[in-house]
């Protein structure tokens, strides 16, 4: 017999017990969970993780998960997924420049302060999204600077695009020649280098769950997103001083 003060101890739980158990007739006719769309997540959610129960404040342990996803995984259907989130983080990142608009009464705030954290933040989100929902489609190092490398290359070819032939369009350029050249060299460079130091700290945070299984804790990749953020702003501070030059 099960003592009260037991009776809604965790451990008392029927999924839990070997033994069969009766289900609840009202069971039957309650309204279907939400639970079970995202494996991931009812792992992380399990009360089993709770701090009161593990006495620890930590992630839950995933690297069972990731390893039995891992082996349904193709080499080819991993790259894809890598290229598809590189695909999707340029654009991304520009949509979301555009929205934070850039046409403000405080446009040099915006260039120098909110564009780099926008910008560096949406850039490695195709990537933050597999690391965080699909890891066990991440297996190399080399997937975070692709997807970092495509994604700057793409949103950089997009805002030069709408530089040269919609921001300046109409302005009378000292230089126009040299300034195409100057996005196309020096602009691309930029957000390349950028998002690699980005990405850098995504990597640190997959080798760390490779060694100790647990989910990931995008906090531990700030240092390396903050120094892109500060170079990418340094930056725009300068050419926004020099694109008087051209």
């Known amino acids: 017999m099960v003592k ?63 390893q039995e996803q891992r082996q349904r995984c193709s080499l080819a259907g991993n790259l894809g ?49 597999l690391l965080e929902k699909k890891p066990y489609r991440l297996f190399s190092a080399t997937q975070f600077l692709f997807g970092a490398l495509i994604s700057a290359l793409i949103f950089a070819g997009i805002e030069n695009l709408m530089y040269i032939h919609l921001y300046t369009a109409g302005k009378d350029l000292n230089n126009p020649a040299d300034y195409a050249l100057f996005r196309w060299t020096v602009c691309m460079g930029l957000h390349g280098v950028c998002s690699l130091i980005a990405s850098i700290g995504l990597i640190r945070l997959w080798k760390r769950q490779q060694t100790d299984g647990r ?21 725009n501070l300068v050419v926004t001083v020099w694109n008087t030059t051209f």
Not at 27 to 32: C, L, N, T
Not at 81 to 109: C, D, E, K, N, Y
Not at 225 to 233: I, K, Q
């Open 215 to 235: 989910a990931i804790d995008l906090a531990g990749a700030y240092p390396c997103f903050a120094t892109a953020m500060v170079l990418h702003g340094l930056y």
């Open 81 to 129: 997924a890598t290229l598809l989130a590189a695909l999707i983080g340029g654009p991304f990142a520009v949509v979301g420049a555009i929205m934070a608009g850039r046409q403000t009464s405080a446009a040099i705030l915006y260039t120098v302060l909110f564009a780099p954290i926008i910008e560096e933040l949406l850039k490695q989100s195709g990537m933050i999204y």
């Open 4 to 66: 009260n003060n037991d009776y809604f101890d965790v451990r008392n739980e029927p999924w839990l017990k070997e033994r069969a158990f009766k289900t609840d007739p009202s069971e039957q006719k309650a309204p279907p969970t939400a639970s079970g769309d995202d494996e991931l997540a009812d792992r992380q959610n399990s009360v089993a993780y709770e701090p009161a129960l593990t006495g620890k404040l930590e992630q839950p342990y995933i690297g069972d998960w990731i």
